[in-house]
């Protein structure tokens, strides 16, 4: 017998083909099904939703490179798959450092579940870079400036009062709230009278739910001037539905409930400077651009937002005017890790003014009696 030495490359090959563990063929379909079937009970089902669209991407790759058995996966298709998902993958700018640790750490876990099930060669999940993060790199810049908004809602409030795109945005600027939990609202969540205010239920047995489920349950106060607009729209604008479950949609089509991705559209449209003034601070011409003419492709234009912007900004709003974390937290259903994470984006001048008025104000309280602490 040869020994290693005297050995061709194609004859080491074989050789270490012999010795390594099997594997067993699976398809790309086959692997990402088994993965979320094994994560159930893990994962809510909101979160499984998101697995399953950011490995679709995983599956357009596969398809692009013409790959039906995940047996064929090597290192040099992981490198080439995170080069794609970050700089080819989706429309416009390359995916943020943080945007990209979270894809590669989903698909670094989806790997080491194939290595698991041996539908592909063992240490193959280690080949996955996990990018590291700077200071900033966490969080997002991509609040809607309060001046912004206002502008907006006024123009709003002035040609399209409560209409279905007036009380999107109104909900998603006034509570802070997510767009699904915005979306499961019932006309029977909406009381208005001396104390207006909303309710965000859990309710997953008859299509709606929320991201943390009955812990992201509770009353959000309204203020009279959103609970008027409000009344107006279920009495005059509101298509009169009512879903498959009996109930009556807050936010509603011809078709039935409204639905997320209508929402997502409605927003994106009137966050388009021209949508206000017919002017494009981009340079291009309103009457041709593509971004300006279609509320489907508004998302396009480079100065729209998302619904995500009013959240983010409603919080850092919240959070600049000195409102303690426990209420913004119980209000926005987000933890206060969370929002000193990603939401609290006040710089250093901001967190000193703050505090001078805190302390003015409690010195005042005081009147003359002694104030040693203040």
Known sequence: MKGIDDMTIAELQELLQDVSPSVQPLSPDE???????RREGEITENTADEYRRKLQYFLEFCE???VENLNELD?????????WRRDDATAGDALSAKTMRDEMLLFRAF????ESIEAVRPGLGENVLIPELGTDDGVRDVELEPDRVAEILDYLETYQYASCEHVVWLLHCRTGRRSGAIHSLDVTDVHIGEDPYLSFRHRPETGTRLKNGSKGEGDVPITDAVAAVLENYITVQR??????YGREPLLTSSQGRLSKSVMRRQFYKWSRPCAINN???HGESVETCRAAKSMDDASKCPSSHSCYSARHGHITHLRRLGLPKSVISDRCDVSEKIIDKHYDERSAADRRELQRDLFDQLREQQDDEATGYL
């Open 31 to 37: 692997g990402v099904e088994r993965y979320l079937k």
């Open 64 to 66: 692009l490179r013409d």
């Open 75 to 83: 290192g040099r298709f992981v490198d080439d798959y995170r080069v």
């Open 111 to 114: 790997l080491w579940y194939l």
């Open 239 to 244: 298509e009169p539905v009512i879903d498959e």
């Open 279 to 281: 002017e494009c601070p």
